[in-house]
């Protein structure tokens, strides 16, 4: 498993942390880097509001899917007028979220967005498998390390030699 | 699998193809056997939805494009110039691309559990834009607004496409 680079943008769209662990992407500048975050922020939202809005006369009968095959309709009847804002989202029980993964030729970029806004973007090998698990454990080190550092100024770039420290331990154990 | 909107942009980031399938009762869509793209608003759909997609539609073309530019753009940064998005997904939908060496760029949203389509892109390119779009004799070189495009053979061969082979 491969895991390329780790980048962490604040609920601002700033970059606070970035640091590559194997070569394989290219290397860019700390500008470069900035306006990256800054784009795939705002990126990040777009993709959310982009999301097909179904009406909600067809699909609120159907709990999974809504094909057009599982509604019970009744021919003849005009559909009652619905306001304007009567649509569902193809799953509805989940709420929307922006881009959680992208897959290129050669990259696969996975987001993981938290509860405060706070985006954690793992660029991995597109073949690699379990990327949550290490997405789980990065936020567990970032929570540990980062978030528990009396130090740290919230929304201000990372700068934990124990985060630093530990996750690159975690990745080297596990490859 | 369900494919939600079809999107064709051209290299001078004008939208000259969308095509949205919003799925509908089984009675209209028996009427209606050949739909066209976006007047699909048969009488008895639902109006005042349907009239704010259809205000929206264009918004998300360009909403669209921006995406996909910002991304590609971004991929090629950071994988190279030859590195390309094949695909994203949120927790509600799939976005497939595709882009031809002369820059068109093909959109396709589908559901999350649909396959890679970038074959299905492709092929939609080679088998249906170049055969019915750029064969066509009477079809400019460029498409501003749509024009000859939206032709029927294209629009009737993309709806057989859709229903039949990738669903």
């Known amino acids: 498993m491969t895991v390329f680079s780790l980048i962490i943008i604040n609920k601002a769209g700033g970059l606070i942390y970035q640091r590559e662990f194997q070569p394989g992407l290219r290397k860019l500048s700390t500008n470069d880097y900035l306006v990256l975050a800054g784009t795939f922020h705002g990126v990040h939202a777009i993709t959310r509001t982009i999301t097909p809005k ?52 050669k990259f696969r970029l996975t987001c993981f967005q938290t509860l405060t806004g706070t985006k954690f973007l793992l660029f991995t090998d597109p073949m690699m498998g379990n990327i949550d698990v290490v997405m789980k454990k990065v936020y567990e080190l970032y929570s540990d390390y980062v978030m528990k550092n009396p130090f740290y100024q919230l929304e201000m770039p990372v700068r934990c030699e124990a985060f630093d420290r530990h996750l690159a331990g975690w990745l080297r154990g596990r490859t | 699998m369900v494919v939600y909107s079809f999107y064709i942009f051209d290299r001078h980031a004008e939208c000259i193809y969308k095509r949205r399938w919003v799925p509908r009762p089984p009675s209209i869509i028996g009427k209606s056997s050949r739909p066209t793209s976006e007047s699909s608003s048969t009488p008895n759909a639902l109006p005042p939805v349907l009239g704010q997609s259809a205000r929206t539609t264009d918004d ?13 753009n971004m991929v090629r940064k950071l994988g190279g110039e030859d590195d390309s998005f094949v695909t994203y997904r949120t927790s509600q939908y799939k976005l497939h691309y595709y882009e031809t060496p002369t820059n068109i760029k093909f959109v396709m949203l589908t559901d999350i559990k649909s396959p890679s389509m970038r074959i299905a892109l492709q092929q939609i390119y080679i088998n249906l834009y170049v055969e019915y779009v750029v064969k066509n004799p009477l079809s400019p070189v460029e498409h501003p ?11 009737e061969s993309l709806e057989q496409f859709v229903t039949r082979v990738l669903s």
């Open chain 1, 54 to 105: 179904l009406p909600l006369a067809t699909a609120s009968t159907t709990a999974t899917t809504p094909t057009s095959s599982t509604i019970p309709s009744t021919p003849g009847t005009p559909t009652p007028p619905t306001p304007a804002s009567a649509f569902t989202f193809p799953n509805p029980g989940i709420p929307a979220t922006g881009l959680e993964s992208l897959e290129t030729d």
């Open chain 2, 60 to 72: 998300d073309a360009k909403l669209i494009f921006g995406t996909v530019f910002s991304l590609r």
């Open chain 2, 145 to 155: 607004g749509g024009v000859g495009v939206n032709n029927e053979l294209f629009e």
